[in-house]
Structure formats: C-alpha cells, structure tokens
C-alpha cells in the first residue's frame, strides 16, 4: 500500500537523525517551561477559573508536546522546495495524487515526531510538573482521535501553503504567518475562552482551535467528544480544498531554475 | 578609515541588491511586522485577562518588550548573517569571505543586510505607546527617554554578543540551529516577560549564563520602578560589553580552528 510505505520511509529518514532531534527536544522543553512558568507566576494572585493552577500546566505542558503533532510539520509539505528544485513536475505526473503522496510522507513525519518528540518531552513534564492524568482510556482514546484530527487539519493547511509556491516566491512566509495565526487562534498559550471577544470570535470561525485546544480539553476532560463532529467536518472541506488546488496547480506548473 | 569605506559601500551594495525585489522586501516587511504583532498580542492579551504579571501592567510590560525588540530589530539588522553561519560552515561558503580583503566578520555581516522596517515600525510603536502611558500617569518622568536610548543600544550590543558567541561554537561543532534555539530564541522569548516570574535557577541562567536579562528587565528596574540605582544601566551596558568581547574572543579562537567542508 503505497500510503504505508511513503509514510515508512519518511519516518526511517528521520530516524537517522533521531540523536540530533533528543537534543533539539531540549530547547522545545526550555519553550515549555517558560510557558508553564508565565501562568504559575500569573496564578499567584488569581484562580485560573475552571482550570486551576495545575490544570494551566497541564494545559501549557501538554499543548507544548502537541506541537509537534498538530503544527510544527514540514513547511508546505516540501513542495515549495520541490517546486524552486523542479521536482514539482514529475511529482504532479507520478501515478498517485499529489496531495495523497504529501499526505503519506507527512503522516510518517507526525508519527516520528509523535514517538521520539511528544513522548520525550511529555515524559519530562510528567517527572517535573503535577501533570493531568486522563481518568479513563476512553478520554485517551479521544485525545488521541482529536489529535489526528489537529494532525490532518494541518497537513490540509501546509499543503495550501506549499501550493502557493507554485504563484509566488515567498509562499514561506505562509508558514510562519499560520504559526503565528496557530499561537494565538489555536489556544495553544491562552485558552480560547480567556481571549476577547473578537478574538474569540475569529478563533471560533477559523479551524485553529482544533489543533490545540479541543485536544487540550479533551485530555483535561473540560470538554466533550462531540466537539470533534466540527474537527472532522473542517478534515473534509479542507481536503476538498486540497483536490480542487491541485487541479489548479497541474494547470500552472511553473518550474524555476534551469 | 579604509576598512570603514568598505564596510559601508559593501552594506550599500547589499541594500540594492536587495532592493532589486521590491515586492519580495516590502511583503517581507509586512509579514515580519505581523508575526511580530501577534507575538505582543499574546502578552497583550494574558494582561488585559488578568490585569498584570507580578505587578507588572501592560504598559510597563509593553516597555519591556519594545526595549527587546528594538535590541534584536538593530542587531540581525546589522549582522544577520551571523545568525546565519552554520549554511557557510555547511556549504564551504565562508572560504570566499576570508580571501576578502576585509576582516571575515565584517565582510559576513555586509552579506544579506537585513533592513527590518517592519520590526522597527513595530517596535517602535509599541515603545512610543508604553512610554506615554507611563508619563502620562507620572511613574517616569522625560529623562527616561536617553536611558531608554542606552538600554536598546547595549542590549543590541548584548544579543549581538550572545548570538557572535553561539555562532562561533559553530566552528567546533558545525550545526549550531539547536544552540541558537536555546541561547537567542528561548532566552528571548523569556525575557520578554518579568524575570521574577521564574524560579530561582533559570534567573541564574538569564542573569549569568544567557544574561539576556540585561537587555531589558535589569534596565527597567531603574528606569520604570526607580530600584537600584542608575548603576543598573550603566552595569547592564558593562555586561554587554563584556559580553560582546567575550563573542569576539571567541569569533576569532574559532576562526583559527576554521575548515573547510571543501567542494
């Protein structure tokens, strides 16, 4: 199954770096604690409402280790690399649909990732800070089913910001620009209840919340496994989106260099 | 004085390259700005929930930030391509610098000038509207604004210090990404917030280690609150002075030990 075998090779390809990648985890852990530190030191003179002190650590802590599930893929999913290399054009007449190829590639990326960067830094965490447990596998189970959902949401995401490369050069900035969207939207430091009211708002039409906040809630049981219908329903239109991209881009391959 | 001349026909000669694109730099421009925007919107947005962060409100918050801002804005303005140096210790590409008949540091930082109108702006701004908040409700008076000065000029001096040093170890050790995440990108992101919201071992680690708290909050203390004494500017300046030296040390050790990847 050509799915199986994309996502393999590109969690194999990374495995060769994986010694490199424990170091970096430090620096991800440093990020976190800082963020953990900012609500402790907030907590100081209030409540933290239906979350509590430990409740926000958990909160900061476990979107810190969703990270790397949910937002830090590769940027555009390569093909703005594969488009200035000129790889884009025998990629676009290969057998097998552009975004289904970028797609597998990428749910081998989340699954290392997932493995040798979530598990670490939450098993840190775990040993430092007074972490949430979930109370029952089933609320494990639908953390889990929340985050393949964020995964997804994203992969659509980069793979409409990696498409861009093939109208304009600077497509990367797309990337941070939906990183940063993702750190305030996303509720990835604040909880989207805590945000103004228009923020509140903007966040509610856009998909962001389902990266890290319904998960987030989910794991801390504040939130219901209903609110995944709307996660799964934002999956298919963006993969419609995606299809219909494609179509676009197959009609505008401009390859750069010579 | 000749060395000077080159320096600033190389920076020109940089800024029209660059200026070549000119949708490519204002886009940037913009999108820099934005990202930057969001960033403060964040601390922007946990003060207007809760009020203040240890008792420190937003304006005073939005000092500290703008200080560190301005101080980054001026230092990979002038010399980003140092932040850049493992791609030339990758490629090879730092061979051709070293033929130049210029010092090696000055030629890499005459490479891809980076102007970062958008940041300024920003930053700026921010600056602008958390000093007349403060004066306006009589916790600074105007002789705030050359200590301000000071401040943002040795904390450039400061990050320049911290991110020529991290660099260097680039000549031992080649890949130096992970580095600059902890001692530039952490270290900054905790300082844009007070640094007694931390405990105890990670002020050691800002104070001593990574001093990056002297690019903003050491300062502050004296001219937002009145603490200490005028000694906090002028030591905040020392220690980035010190620290300056202490890369350009290190710069030239590494520099000895340089070589090649060959081609």
Partial sequence: M????????????????RS?????????????????????????????????????????????????????????????????????????????????????????????????KFVPIYLLYFIVFPLHVPGSWATVAWTAAALLAGAYISICVNYLIGAAALW?????????????????????????????GWLQSASGASFYPFLHYIPAKIYLGLERADALFAAYAWAAGLTLLCLAVTGLMRRNVEVQGG | MKTLRIYRLLVASSIRSRMQYKFNFWFSSAMSAFISAVEFAMLAVILHKFGHIQGWS???????????????????????????????????????????????????????????????????????????????????????????FIAIVSGAALMFGIGLATASVGFWITRIEVLQNITEDAARTAAQYPLTIYPKWMQGLLLGIIPIAFANYMPALYILRGQGGWWLVAASALIALLALAAGMALWRVGLSRYQSTGS
């Fill in chain 1, 20 to 116: 490199s990648h424990m170091i970096h985890n430090i620096a991800s852990c440093l990020f976190g604690f800082i963020y953990i530190y900012i609500w402790v030191g907030i907590a100081d003179d209030n409540s933290l409402g239906e979350y509590g002190v430990n409740g926000m650590i958990s909160y900061v802590a476990f979107n810190q280790c969703s990270l790397w599930v949910t937002t830090f893929l590769t940027h555009g999913l390569g093909i703005g690399q594969s488009v200035r290399t000129g790889q884009i054009a025998t990629d676009l007449t290969r057998p097998a649909h552009l975004f289904y190829q970028s797609m597998s590639k990428e749910w081998g990326q989340i699954a290392y990732q997932f493995t040798y």
């Fill in chain 1, 168 to 196: 304009t050069t600077e497509s990367h900035w797309l990337y941070w620009v939906n990183i940063a969207f993702s750190q305030l939207l996303s509720g990835f430091l604040i909880p989207v209840d805590w945000l103004p």
């Fill in chain 2, 58 to 148: 937003l304006t005073e918050s939005g000092y500290l930030y703008a200080v560190l801002h301005l101080g980054r804005t001026i230092y990979r303005t002038f010399a980003s391509d140092v932040h850049h140096l493992e791609k030339y210790l990758v490629s090879g590409d730092l061979d051709g610098l070293l033929l130049r008949p210029i010092p090696v540091l000055l030629g890499l930082m005459t490479l891809n000038v980076s102007i970062r109108i958008g940041e300024l702006v920003q930053g700026l701004a921010i600056l602008i509207w958390s000093l007349h908040g403060l004066i306006a409700s009589g916790q600074i008076g105007f002789a705030a604004l050359p200590l301000t």
């Fill in chain 1, 2 to 17: 050509l799915f199986l075998v994309l996502a393999r090779k590109s969690y194999l390809r990374n495995l060769q770096y």
